[in-house]
């Protein structure tokens, strides 16, 4: 069993619509960040939270420490959104343990 | 400047050749990480230097040899590598410490390797 599980694995949406990433992890954390890498491209980190909520744009991430789980969500999805989202569990000894990611593409 | 650089981009080398891959960081960062990743999976952690001393290896084959020559500067050199060590390698830093408010990874762009 991974140390960190996503879902859904692959996610089509129309432009516009509400999309959640969800995000379920066994590992005592630190913190937990949220990655997004485009196809062929680097990895750029989109948040990293330890307790409750972040927001930035049209990007919104919550965290529930005690049932383990935090969600990605993005609001008025747009094409650029497209990507492979990766959730990361970060324990007390910088070790960074990866989700398989959840590839999002957004439909015109 | 919150950039990771890695050289070169893109790199194709015979299963004779000796070749590096470079990673640089200017942001203070204590950690910094080797990770190679396949076509559509996560990246797999292959490295990990602390404050310039190997801190992590995963078991990674004697083929791939780290170097930190100072705290902005990490290379991967590679030796008689197989096809299948074709892969994208990310560099990546962070701040060292196990804290919440520390650690956030920042990634360079990748270098594309292929193996012939």
């Known amino acids: 069993k991974n140390e960190v599980e996503q879902s859904p694995q692959n996610l089509t949406a129309q432009e516009g619509e509400f999309i959640t990433i969800n995000c379920s992890y066994s590992?005592?954390?630190?913190?937990l960040h949220w990655l997004q890498q485009h196809p062929g491209g680097g990895i750029v980190s989109l948040f990293m939270?330890?307790?409750g909520k972040k927001k930035h744009g049209r990007l919104i991430a919550t965290i529930n420490i005690q049932e383990k789980h935090s969600s990605l969500h993005i609001t008025a999805s747009h094409p650029r959104d497209s990507a492979v989202y990766i959730c990361?569990?970060?324990?007390?000894?910088?070790?960074?343990?990866f989700g398989t990611g959840t590839s999002l593409t957004v439909i015109p | 400047d919150t950039e990771v650089t890695q050289t070169p981009k893109h790199l194709v080398m015979g299963m004779t050749n000796k070749k590096s891959l470079k990673c640089e960081q200017h942001?203070?960062?204590?950690?910094m990480y080797w990770y190679k990743q396949k076509a559509k999976k996560p990246p797999e952690l292959m490295f990990v230097?602390?404050?310039?001393?190997l801190s992590i290896n995963e078991s990674v084959p004697s083929r791939f040899s780290p170097e930190c020559p100072n705290s902005s500067l990490l290379n991967l050199h590679l030796h008689a590598l197989q096809p299948e060590d074709s892969a994208l390698y990310l560099c990546?830093?962070?701040?060292w410490g196990g804290g919440a408010d520390t650690g956030e990874l920042f990634f360079g762009e990748g270098s594309r390797l292929t193996v012939l």
């Open positions: 590992v005592g954390i630190s913190a």
């Open positions: 942001m203070g960062h204590r950690a």
């Open positions: 230097y602390s404050y310039e001393k």
């Open positions: 939270l330890s307790s």
């Open positions: 990546a830093s962070s701040q």
């Open positions: 990361a569990a970060r324990n007390t000894g910088n070790q960074f343990y």
